[in-house]
Every structure is written in structure tokens, then in C-alpha cells.
Nanobody, 120 residues
Framework: QVQLVESGGGLAQAGGSLRLSCAAS????????MGWFRQAPGKQRELVAA???????NYADSVKGRFTISRDNAKNTVYLQMNSLNPEDTDVYYC??????????????WGQGTQVTVSS
């Protein structure tokens, strides 16, 4: 079994910053891509940013230049530094990891979600 535990969400003012963390633990052999998604009520979950094991990154157009994704492979942890926040960034943010388990299964795991609220 694999668990993803997120932290770092909360309340920020417009123009402020927050940093999200997500640590994966359990029966992990390796993790290829890790990423952050967000979802507003009644809307589809959308990709915010993703990073591969070799450090290649991908960002949604709406966050380019403001958000930075990084990961610590030794700790199986992914981070999302969010700067210049605006109210449109208010959402529940979910961590995602594409995990190859010790049993040989590849599976997409999700964190429980962390609320980010940006006030104007």
C-alpha cells in the first residue's frame, strides 16, 4: 500500500505565497511522474504542474511563471511553490504519483487534497 500525505495549504492574500508538500510512503519501488492537480466544486480536476524523475517539468498555462514544482527523489516528496497567488487559484489541490510498487504493479495514487484559499 502507498500513501500520499499533503501539507502546506491554507489561506493567503492575493499576491502572497504558499508552499505545498506531498510525501509518498509505503511499498514503493520507484516513482516516475509526480504532480499537482486542482479541482473546484463542480469542475473537472485539472493539472497544475508535474515533474518526472529526471526533473522534466510541465505547467498549466495559468500558473507558468508563478508556480514552481520540484521533487526530492530520495524522500519521495514533491513540492509546489506558489507565488503571486490570485483568487482564481482558490481550489482543493491534490498530489498525484505514478508509482511502481514492490509487488510490480504500476498505479496512480492520490493524496487526500489540501485546500488553498486566496483572498482579494
Amino acid at each position: 500500500q502507498v500513501q500520499l500525505v499533503e501539507s502546506g495549504g491554507g489561506l493567503a492574500q492575493a499576491g502572497g505565497s504558499l508552499r505545498l508538500s506531498c510525501a509518498a510512503s509505503g511499498s514503493i519501488f520507484s516513482i516516475s511522474a509526480m504532480g499537482w492537480f486542482r479541482q473546484a466544486p463542480g469542475k473537472q480536476r485539472e493539472l497544475v504542474a508535474a515533474v518526472t524523475s529526471d526533473g522534466s517539468t510541465n505547467y498549466a498555462d495559468s500558473v507558468k511563471g508563478r508556480f514552481t514544482i520540484s521533487r526530492d527523489n530520495a524522500k519521495n516528496t514533491v513540492y509546489l511553490q506558489m507565488n503571486s497567488l490570485n483568487p482564481e487559484d482558490t481550489d482543493v489541490y491534490y498530489c498525484n504519483a505514478d508509482v511502481l510498487t514492490m509487488a510490480g504493479w504500476t498505479y496512480d495514487y492520490w493524496g487526500q487534497g489540501t485546500q488553498v484559499t486566496v483572498s482579494s
